[in-house]
């Protein structure tokens, strides 16, 4: 039996650690195996998600090597009944397993798909590969559809049975690193794209995400790095908050600030904690204009219905597009039939009710 | 030098991973001494904060031991710098160390209080301590330190002990910090009324508000792991009806009596392909909006009368039928629409509606 030395156990030890403080899902494969490789190195190591539903696998290098070629991927596609640990699935799925386990140096060579135009090409002789299978795991749910794996390539048949051992004591981790940043991404990516301020009740920002920031910045034309929110910004969640004092069923409507075709909208949010405000931001680009297109009209009688609610009249509309009055009169008179309307204060009625502002 | 057998390094192994599998930062300490159990065991496992400014000791124990009595945790604050492990600190700061480490049995029976009023009444001979690192983020400005300590009857604390210990507390504190941030997300997201969903419809996330909702508007109960079916629909065909990001949805509007429930959705796809993965998820943002038109009306300044033609009007009646509602005359009702035409500045119905609407925030509103 392989055991491991107590400056192994250390080193294994600290690479545990080092797993689970990553925080960035993004990178959590690349990061991974730098932690793998320096326990257990080789020359091409690399980390794989497989979406077996759709038959698709991504594959994560070291920075440093350019990756595999468009024919050592087709090859490997092509030849994947071929190579040996899939051929002892799902018995290989779990863990760690080489090459070498199922077959002879000879035997690999003469694989005309897997050893010819896949391993040699990059001078490989040894392949291990670690199923990061779920089943064996405690703890939270495990994803069904895609599982991740590490991948070992070695230019020798050098891989040893403490390499082994190393892997396997590290395979339950990753998996459960992967499941734990997973799941915090889940909750980090609204906060990471809902714009979100908070203010203390002197109007002193406690703390902003960068797209808050930013919009600030150019809605309100503050220098980046102020400290306290914008004049315009405070008296308007003053006057709020004297408001909701008075009283406190009263729902306060957003703030919009137009610039161009775009608004930001800001909504205050009190409650909880007294002693500070949140503020949630949003931009919105789509216009009157954008929205009524989810009516189902054709663009004309889109645009035609757009100017009936600006208060137009047929004339004024016909100018404005560039028709003639007797085709406004035709694209509104098809509107209203869709609509279900027989005058243009029901189209508009309709129109907004479709939208469910009434 | 010890060294681990096999049997042993797994089982490590193993208790390692169960603690990170921990996610909630409040039972944190307890979840965390029971793994330590059964590696370790002893009499009494806990999991102590220290704040050293207030030299403070917050024990978290297993549920089968009943806790310190006042008279023992106010021996232990008084004798708070007799305790050998705490005397030898930063030295004793760095891994497990055990009060027998420093003193022998003798010396130990002779202190008046760690020993007589506090070890003893226990029960307890030998006590080993493990701090896991600095930890600040709790409380700015209090300094607390995380750490773990564990009671024998008697001098049986062995070197495999100590090595296991200090094996896991690197992952002790790791996990700690890692629940602590989890934690704070959490918190984060309280101040949002958010339900996250799976690519199935399961509750993945809900806030208590939001759960509160989903039961007035959908009458749902809130132990329901799967969202409303109605809501589900209309979920899915939004999210089937395109995979363009910069495009916004038109929110979903429930409205039960005068208020309005807006829901709106956020689709996360943690990946470039148009597939759907198990990483997916749906964000739905709740919010609770009091949708009365009239209350809204009565912002524009006109009279209580005005103010209901105007609504009516909006609503698509015609002058008789506003007539008849309200049971005015129509001369009646002309002269107050006259009126609020002459306030709104506009000349025609259908321009008083835009007007209106675009006074109140409403067109834009979407």
Known sequence: MTSLDFNQIQKLNHSIQQIYSLNDYQNFGIQAISIMHRLVPSDIPSFHTVDIANCYISDTFLPNFPGFTPEMKTARYRSFGEHPIIQQAPKTLYGAHKISDFITSKELHSLEGVYQQYLKPLGIEDHMTVGILPNKLTGKKPPKKAFIGLALYRAQRSFTETDRLLLNLLCPHFFQAHNNIQQYQQLQY??????????????VIRSATNQTTTWLTTYFTTIPYATQIPDTLWSWVKKQIADLNKNPTKTCLPLRILQNDRQLIIRLVTQQQKDEYLLILEEKT???????????????????????????????IASQIGISSSTTRKHLESTFYKLGAKSRTEAITKALEKLGFL | ?????????????????????????????????????????????SFILVNFHSQQIQDTFLPDFPGLTP??????????????????????????YKISDFIDPKELQSSEGLYQRYLRTLEMADHMCMSLGLSNSAHPGKLEIPAVALYRSQYSFTER??????????????????????????QALNYLDLVILDTEGRIKYITAQSA???????????????IPDSLWLWVKHQATKGIDRS?????LRISVNDHQLIVRLIIQRNSDRSTCTEEDQYLLILEERKSSLVEALTTLGLSKRETEVLHLVILGKSNKEI????????????RHLESTFHKLGVKSRTEAIAQTLQKLGVINNV
Request: charged fraction near 15%; aromatic fraction near 8%; charge should be negative.
């Open chain 2, 71 to 96: 008279a023992m945790e106010k021996a232990r604050v008084i004798f708070f710098n007799e305790h050998p492990v705490i005397k030898r600190i930063p030295q004793t700061l760095d891994g497990a």
């Open chain 2, 1 to 45: 030098m010890i060294n681990l057998t096999s049997k042993e390094i797994q089982n490590l192994n193993q208790s390692i991973q169960q603690l990170y599998s921990l996610d909630n930062f409040d039972d944190f300490g307890v979840e965390a001494i029971q793994i330590m159990n059964q590696l370790v065991p002893s009499e009494i496992p």
């Open chain 1, 286 to 316: 789509s216009t009157l204009l954008d929205s009524l297109t989810n009516l189902g009209l054709s663009p004309r009688e889109t645009e035609v219905l757009y100017w009936v609610m600006q208060g137009k009249d047929n004339n004024a």
């Open chain 2, 247 to 251: 495009k916004s949805y038109l929110p």
């Open chain 2, 161 to 186: 002990d100590r090595l296991i210990l200090n094996l896991l507390r690197p992952h002790l504190y790791q996990a700690y910090c890692n629940t602590q941030q989890y934690k704070k997300l959490q």
């Open chain 1, 190 to 203: 609204p906060l990471n794209h809902l714009s979100l301020l908070v203010i203390d009740t002197a109007g």
């Open chain 2, 212 to 226: 509160a909702w989903l039961e007035k508007y959908c009458t749902i109960s809130t132990c329901s792991l799967q």
């Open chain 2, 323 to 334: 007539a008849i509602q309200m049971s005015i005359s129509a001369s009646t009702t002309r």
